[in-house]
């Protein structure tokens, strides 16, 4: 299973877009509400998670965590505690970790990025403490660590999932089925 944590003010198409391409490709991802069931976007759009924070338990069920971007939503998912168990969890585990715009600001402040590269929303670099911040993509994957640069980015940060999680042709044939060409 895949986590997508939702926290009031995340972006909705970073969140949302990776939550439909998996889903596209047969992954059981679960959108968890941080502080509630129903959770308001960056943009006013509420959207119904499936389950909250506190009715789920770590284990080794889980294959990924996606943290969207958004303000004040990044702000708010570095705020729980629930969360920050999660990325833990994850890094104790060898479990991948997905972060697009600012949230990837939460992993180097935890000090995840030290020495690996990274993207982020503009402005956020100084936040990805020792990380090599790449400007030149949208989207950096460094081992289990995947980052990407914000909302024009998302369908990038989709395939980088898939690819991870399923492989290139598989992340490759959803593109073709949403009629992107590359």
Known sequence: MILCFLAEG???IEALTPVDCLRRCEKEVITVGVGGS?????????????IEENELKLSSAIEMIILPGGMPGTLNLEKSSFVQSA???CM????????????????????????REAVCYPGFEEELLGARVLLDRPVAVDGNI????????????????????LGKE????LLKTLCIRR
């Not at 180097?108 to 030290?114: D, F, R, V």
Request: proline share 4%; net charge negative.
């Open 87 to 89: 990325i833990d969890y």
């Open 92 to 115: 104790e585990n060898g479990i991948p970790i997905a972060a697009i715009c600012a949230a990837p600001s939460i992993l180097g402040h935890k000090g995840i990025l030290e020495n």
């Open 146 to 165: 995947i980052t990407a640069c914000g909302m024009g980015a998302a369908l990038d940060f989709s395939h980088a999932i898939i690819t991870r999680l």
């Open 170 to 173: 598989r992340a490759d044939r």
């Open 38 to 50: 129903i959770i308001r976007g960056s943009h006013g759009i509420p959207v119904f998670a499936d």
């Open 10 to 12: 995340f972006e909705e």
